[in-house]
């Protein structure tokens, strides 16, 4: 009898569920980089930036946004590659491939285990800050939309609509993978469409030139020829923000069918996002810009991008435009429309990057690196319950110290960009170390993984330079994003510190054995892992 009740509780014991087919992992993975979403959201910063030197670095926009496409291809190749040599990591991620990487090629337990540990506290930076990031964005939108429509909405009242936010894609996640899958598809469907639609208009009004308007842009080649080449670095260096997301796809392969599937979703929700989705979004947005579109601010007008870089929201005044030439004047009604499709778009972002976020703490905290209850699961919707509520409140907390002011809101997106630029750069320093002595081509071995941890510290770089060089209110968002990173790595260290006297030797737990028999926290000296036949 007690065996078998013994048998029964192994047997209840809640799993992750294989639910995901390759299309599954590829919308949760598209649904982080919501293109329908962050046109709105960076439109805006893409306009007004400028050099050190003050001069607008607007025409390179669409240049600067290929740049960061050709950089990002280079780390999702890296994860890809990662991905497909490694198919059992669940859901680690990053935080699973740096000890197979080191293991593999020989290296002791104990410079796995620091090195997975690095990887894994670094990517907090971006997987817990990110989701705070999209809550201040979503309540400074539905802000706008309530203002638009006649309602004054006090600051108390926008950390009430971002804590709110939290708590509403906090209950989705928190309902299973499959609630979240539907959700991300519905709405990437319907922002995808959006986004074919308005751009159709927008070229429509390039061709057609209904209010015979003087554009930015003399010819469309002009939207995509570089004009200097320091701006295009310096556009990249938002655009890369906005093509962030493709390597979640990692963090399903516990919950995917097969996990084979993980390196083509990466690859796929990095084409159908950035290769189609922003760089025909983008092409039309700037083809659509003209002298006409003029805004008045401080005294002063001002036009073209001039005027989208003042405006609270420039492609809305776009559709609203775009509505009232070629929909009987309805632009209002197309821009409230377009701002609700954007609003669940940034739902879908939050939604994606929660769950992936709660998945590789649900995988470190099962190498007992972060505190264990991190890791206990729902028995109904196998889902990491406790993380996802802890998630929700740091999320609710860090979207309403964003929503305060926008100093406050560009201090926590760069906290959580340079979380994002070292998660990607030491992965691709992984890829260099799981490839380097193998039989396969130089591309694959070297190549590739060095330019993409050299893309990501020059993006980096870039970021803290323009932070720095840029004095004023840009010297105070680069000052709190350097200081809230050098505070979590020694919070990081102290932490490790003191966990490593009561568990000395942390491996993460291989496939095939049941969850309750992996207790690496038992493990109290250094041990040798035999692994089955390499791919």
């Not at 469309?220 to 923000?241: E, K």
């Not at 809305?316 to 609003?343: Q, S």
Request: charge should be positive.
């Amino acid at each position: 009898m007690a065996t078998d009740s013994i048998g029964a509780q192994k047997q209840s014991a809640p799993k992750l569920k294989k639910t995901l087919s390759l299309g599954g992992v590829t919308i949760n993975a598209m649904a982080l980089i919501a293109p329908g979403a962050f046109l709105w959201l960076t439109f805006q910063i893409n306009a007004a930036q400028t050099s050190p030197s003050g001069a607008s670095t607007a025409m390179d926009i669409w240049f600067g946004l290929t740049v960061a496409l050709i950089l990002a291809f280079l780390t999702a190749a890296s994860y890809a590659w990662l991905a497909r040599r490694y198919p059992d990591a669940g859901p680690g991620s990053s935080y699973y491939f740096a000890q197979r990487a080191l293991l593999d090629r020989g290296s002791c337990n104990t410079s796995a285990r620091n090195a997975k540990f690095g990887v894994g506290w670094i990517s907090h930076l971006y997987y817990w800050v990110y989701p705070g990031v999209m809550v201040a964005a979503m309540s400074i939108l539905l802000t706008w939309i309530l203002s638009v429509l006649g309602f004054s909405i006090s600051p108390l009242g926008e950390i009430a609509i971002a804590c709110l936010f939290a708590v509403v894609t906090g209950t989705i996640a928190y309902r299973g993978i499959q609630g979240s899958t539907k959700t991300n598809l519905l709405l990437n469907v319907v922002q995808i469409g959006m986004l074919v639609v308005i751009t159709g208009m927008a070229l429509a009004f390039r061709f057609l030139n209904p209010q015979h308007v003087t554009f930015t842009f003399s010819s469309l080649g002009g939207i995509v020829t570089p004009h200097d080449i320091s701006n295009v670095l310096f556009q990249a260096t938002i655009a890369i923000l906005v093509l962030v997301g493709f390597e979640s796809a990692t963090a399903y392969a516990a919950e995917a069918k097969d996990p084979k599937v993980v390196p083509r979703a990466i690859i796929l929700s990095l084409i159908i996002q950035g290769a189609f989705a922003y760089l025909f979004e983008y092409f039309g947005a700037e083809a659509w810009m003209n002298s006409s579109y003029s805004i008045t601010s401080g005294g002063k007008v001002f036009t073209g991008f001039s005027a989208a870089a003042v405006s609270s929201a420039p492609i809305g005044d776009m559709v609203h435009n775009l509505g009232n030439v070629f929909l009987g004047g309805n632009g209002f009604t197309l821009e409230l429309i377009v701002a609700a499709i954007v609003a669940a778009a940034i739902l879908g972002t939050t939604l994606a990057c929660m769950n992936t976020g709660v998945r590789v703490t649900y995988a470190i905290s099962r190498d007992t690196e972060v505190p264990q209850h991190l890791s206990k699961l729902n028995p109904k919707y196998a889902t990491p319950a406790i993380g996802i509520w802890v998630m929700t409140a740091v999320a609710a907390a860090i979207g309403s110290f964003g929503v305060l002011t926008i100093t406050n809101l560009t201090a926590i997106t760069l906290l959580s960009n340079f979380g994002t630029f070292m998660l990607y750069g030491l992965t691709n320093i992984i890829a260099l170390i799981a490839f380097t002595k193998e039989r396969s081509s130089i591309l694959k071995r070297k190549v590739i993984p060095i330019a993409g941890f050299a893309a990501n510290a020059l993006m980096m770089a870039t970021v803290l330079y323009l932070s720095i060089a840029g004095g004023g209110t840009s010297r105070l968002e680069g000052t709190f994003a350097i200081a809230g990173t050098a505070l979590w790595l020694i919070i990081g260290l102290i932490y490790f510190h003191v966990n490593s006297k009561s568990k000395p030797s942390g491996l993460f737990p291989f496939p095939g054995k049941d969850e309750n028999e992996n207790k690496s926290a038992k493990v109290t000296k250094p041990r040798t892992i035999k692994f089955w036949k390499k791919d």
